[in-house]
């Protein structure tokens, strides 16, 4: 895939990386219990990073993704902590990874 920047093709190869966005929060600063949880990769030897925020007598889980740039599961620019606190008080678990490359999540060597 390349993209245009400025009227050129720039392949992704030669743009700059994404810095990575650690956690300053944790899911406790807005009251909530969680556990840290990870998960190996299907398709490379990396590890995903995660929590798990367990609703009492859940409705279903959630799994939460963060966008792209700079950020990371606990979502800073939309307020995603607080989005997973009205989720659990509402009844859903809630799963919130760091893909690889973000976060607390291993990454690609390439």
Sequence with gaps: ????I?????SPLFMPPNPRLL?????AAVGLAFEDVSFPAADAPLT???WLMPAPDAKA??????GGGEDNRSLPYGEGLELMRDLVGNGYSVLAMDLR???ESDASPD
């Design 1 to 4: 895939m390349a993209l245009l």
């Design 6 to 10: 400025a009227g050129a093709f720039v």
């Design 23 to 27: 956690h300053t929060r944790t899911p």
């Design 48 to 50: 995903l990073r995660g």
């Design 61 to 66: 889980t959630l799994v939460m993704a963060h």
């Design 101 to 103: 490359n973000f976060g």
